[in-house]
């Protein structure tokens, strides 16, 4: 058969040259149009992603963007003072002050955060804010605070009387030593895909317990805590900032997904980049998540402990993530 009789026949089963070779995107009707993208999916850290993950379903289910998914589903831990890890009722630091760090990225790498911040509940908004109405990506500190004042948020006592009297227990002998999977479980991090195939994502925490007074972690640094390339993936992470940012760690496992690598295998990689420059990880907890363009989704962390939340059409669990030890 000739060149251009084979062209006529996979061109009549709907098939595309892609790089030298094709892929069947329709088996009937000679359509040429691609696959359309996974459907909507929204995939976020620990239990604390449940509640956060209905808040995002709600906007992606009426399709929502996933960056008003994302913002919405997090604003649910970081109003919630029972989440101790996140916004208001969040551990304070060892001063006794509750301060928020904060980012959220976009389908055309948009993003904007916050860190050190304090007295305002939602810091995600805010970062939003940043994204959009100013030239920067990331405010801090008093600067940030000005900023959020100016857009109308209200200023607030974020320090509640449990954490408060949590703080003064730990003053009597003042010893920073994180826990793994509980003063290290500090954070929620979003990914979402909605109907029209675009990714977003979002990270917001209130730091690591009794950290120093103006301690910064990865959360809020695009890269670090959180990545989004609306090309191939998204990616977040959770447990100790210093050892993410060392990495970069998201950006590392969307990299690990572009090279053809599965969500899952890419937070792998990640997690044993991280271990092979640290001699001693017995104490150290680190954990990622990713979501790809076709809906495929993954976690994997350091030890075991870590679970992330999924919420599709089929509805919602809560997964433990494999780790490596």
């Not at 002998?173 to 999977?181: D, F, G, L, Q, T």
């Not at 994502?201 to 009794?210: K, R, V």
């Not at 679970?307 to 993530?321: P, R, S």
Request: proline share 4%; charged share 25%.
């Amino acid at each position: 058969m000739s060149s251009r009789r084979k062209f006529l026949k996979l061109s009549a089963l709907g098939a595309t040259f892609l790089g030298g070779g094709f892929q069947v995107v329709k088996a009937f009707g000679g359509s040429l149009n691609t696959a359309k993208p996974g459907k909507p999916i929204v995939i976020s850290t620990w239990d604390h992603g449940i509640p956060a993950n209905a808040a995002a379903w709600e906007v992606l289910s009426k399709n929502g963007t996933a960056l008003d998914a994302v913002e919405a589903g997090v604003r649910v831990p970081e109003g919630d003072p029972k989440v101790r890890t996140v916004g208001y009722g969040g551990y304070p630091d060892r001063e006794g002050k509750v301060t928020l760090d904060a980012c959220i990225m976009d389908k055309d790498s948009n993003c904007g955060a916050v860190a050190f911040l304090q007295h305002i509940k939602h810091p995600i908004s805010v970062a939003r804010k940043v994204m959009e109405d100013t030239p920067h990506v990331m405010l801090v500190g008093q600067g940030a605070y000005e900023f959020a004042i100016s857009k109308g948020f209200k200023k607030e006592n974020l320090l509640t009387p449990e954490s408060e009297k949590d703080w003064k227990n730990w003053l009597k002998e003042s010893k920073y030593k994180p826990v793994i999977n509980i003063e290290n479980h500090d954070t929620i991090g979003m990914l979402a895909l909605d109907a029209n195939g675009d990714l977003a994502g979002a990270c917001t925490t209130s730091g690591a317990s009794y950290k120093m007074h103006g301690r910064v972690g990865d959360s809020p640094i695009i890269g670090a805590g959180l990545f989004v390339d609306n090309e191939v993936g998204a990616a977040t992470a959770t447990g100790l900032g210093e050892a993410v940012i060392r990495m970069v760690g998201s950006h590392l496992v969307v990299e690990l997904m572009r090279q053809g690598n599965s969500p899952e295998k890419a937070c792998r990689l990640a997690v044993e980049r991280i271990i092979a420059k640290h001699k001693d990880v017995k104490d150290l907890q680190v954990g990622f998540i990713a979501l790809n363009k076709q809906g495929e989704y993954g976690g994997y962390c350091i030890h075991k402990g870590f679970n992330y939340a999924v919420h599709d059409a089929k509805g919602k669990q809560l997964i433990d993530g494999k780790s490596k030890f």
